[in-house]
């Protein structure tokens, strides 16, 4: 079992930073693959992120490469994303999720690929 706290989101401006940070309880997390998503107003659930298990390969949307970083600290449980030069667009709540297989082994875009979820923090960009 796992549960999973998002938190750093907050209010900035256009162009300025955020790191998130999803903290997890549970005996397996160093062993599992894991990804932020993000939900829109009025827009379905859109991967953002994901790192493998000990955190060497990271995946990103296309949305976000080049802006945001993925990275974990396994001797902490945390998992954190730091977003740079945010758009308006980034704006959203924010969800870590953890799966149990490996990352060359699942479609890492895909919420089917994840077990457990957080309740998710908001991002508000502003223009």
């Known amino acids: 079992q796992e549960q999973l706290v998002e938190s750093g989101g907050g209010l900035v401006q256009a162009g300025g930073s955020l790191r998130l940070s999803c903290a997890a309880s549970?005996?397996?997390?160093?062993?599992?693959?894991t990804a932020w998503f993000r939900q829109a107003p009025g827009k379905e659930r859109e991967f953002v992120a994901a790192?493998?298990?000990?955190?060497?390969?990271?995946r990103y949307a296309d949305s976000v490469k080049g802006r945001f970083t993925i990275s974990r600290d396994n001797a902490k449980n945390t998992v954190y994303l730091q977003m740079n030069s945010l758009k308006p667009e980034d704006t959203a709540v924010y969800y870590c999720?953890?799966?149990?297989?490996?990352?060359?082994?699942?479609?890492?875009?895909?919420?089917?690929?994840?077990?457990?979820w957080g309740q998710g923090t908001q991002v508000t960009v502003s223009s």
């Open positions: 999720a953890v799966g149990p297989r490996p990352m060359y082994n699942i479609v890492v875009h895909s919420s089917d690929s994840y077990t457990y």
């Open positions: 549970g005996r397996s997390f160093t062993t599992r693959t």
């Open positions: 790192i493998s298990q000990g955190g060497s390969v990271t």
